[in-house]
């Protein structure tokens, strides 16, 4: 994992893998994942290893048959590093129980998507891991 420092701010360098778009349409901003099968739900996913970010574009970016990578600097105290350390994972784990025990309270159906769901819309943006980005092209 490589770290920055930016004007006396910590951050990691993240690798966001899109599809391949046009030289002259390159992104300003990362795309937010929709899939309901993320593993971590809605949100930004970035690696941290730009190695890996080409093994997703290979594997995942598959429609146009090209894809790109963009880096980030984001602040560690703005995001959810799901390579978790002891303090992260239980911080994780804890919010999905707590959204578990308030669908059974209210009588809800639990499933993957509806916890993914309310974590996304009415958990993550009362915590501070709101990120801010600054993407820059990587050429391949």
Not at 76 to 85: G, V
Not at 107 to 124: M, N, P, Q, T
């Given at each position: 994992m490589q770290r920055a420092k930016r004007k006396d701010i910590d951050y990691i360098l993240g690798y966001h893998t899109q599809e391949f778009r046009s030289a002259q349409q390159p992104l300003t901003s990362p795309i937010e994942c929709r899939s309901h099968e993320a593993w971590l739900g809605f949100g930004y996913y970035f690696w941290t290893e730009e190695e890996f970010a080409h093994y997703w574009g290979k594997d995942s970016k598959t429609k146009t048959g090209?894809?790109?990578?963009?880096?980030?600097?984001?602040?560690?105290?703005?995001?959810?590093?799901?390579?978790?350390?002891?303090?992260?994972?239980?911080?994780?784990?804890?919010?999905?129980?707590?959204?578990?025990?308030?669908?059974?309270?209210?009588?809800?159906?639990?499933?993957?998507?509806?916890?993914?769901?309310?974590?996304?819309?009415?958990?993550?943006?009362?915590?501070?891991?709101?990120?801010?980005?600054?993407?820059?092209?990587l050429k391949k």
């Open positions: 090209q894809y790109d990578i963009y880096t980030a600097y984001i602040g560690e105290d703005n995001l959810l590093n799901s390579s978790f350390n002891e303090e992260g994972y239980y911080f994780f784990k804890d919010s999905i129980e707590k959204a578990i025990a308030k669908f059974k309270k209210e009588g809800k159906r639990i499933s993957l998507e509806a916890v993914h769901r309310f974590l996304v819309d009415e958990f993550w943006p009362h915590t501070e891991l709101q990120a801010s980005f600054m993407m820059t092209y």
